[in-house]
């Protein structure tokens, strides 16, 4: 499916991560297709309000915990930086699709980074 939502098509999304060496692309790469497939459930499923939402952007944060590992199988992790990115495109995801008073930290609420 392709985005419909030109901010979000737009976004480079997990850019801070991928000017880092210390993060691998290959990992960012599955990171950002996690996000890109939040985008697509949003786009599909059209949450009518918070708490579907969260539902949606929890789900994802839990790919995200599975995807820690491989992080560190690489010699990275996801730590300050990175939590803080991954965070801040949760949370332009949430506004980009009208979501504006969503929570970060309820956004990403099942994180274990």
């Known amino acids: 499916m392709a985005i419909t939502n030109q901010q979000v098509a ?29 985008c697509e459930r949003i786009e599909a499923e059209r949450p009518s309000g918070l708490a579907a939402l969260y539902v949606l952007t929890g789900a994802a944060t839990e790919e995200f915990n599975v995807l820690e590992a491989e ?14 990115e991954i965070a801040e495109d949760f949370w332009f995801v949430a506004s980009a699709y009208g979501f504006t008073d969503a929570d970060v930290e309820e956004l990403i609420a099942p994180r274990e980074w």
């Open 10 to 38: 737009g976004r480079a999304f997990l850019r801070q991560l991928y000017a880092d060496d210390h993060y691998p692309d290959p990992v960012l790469d599955k990171g950002r297709d996690i996000l890109l497939r939040l």
């Open 71 to 84: 992080f560190e199988a690489a010699g990275s992790e996801i730590e300050t930086v990175a939590r803080e």
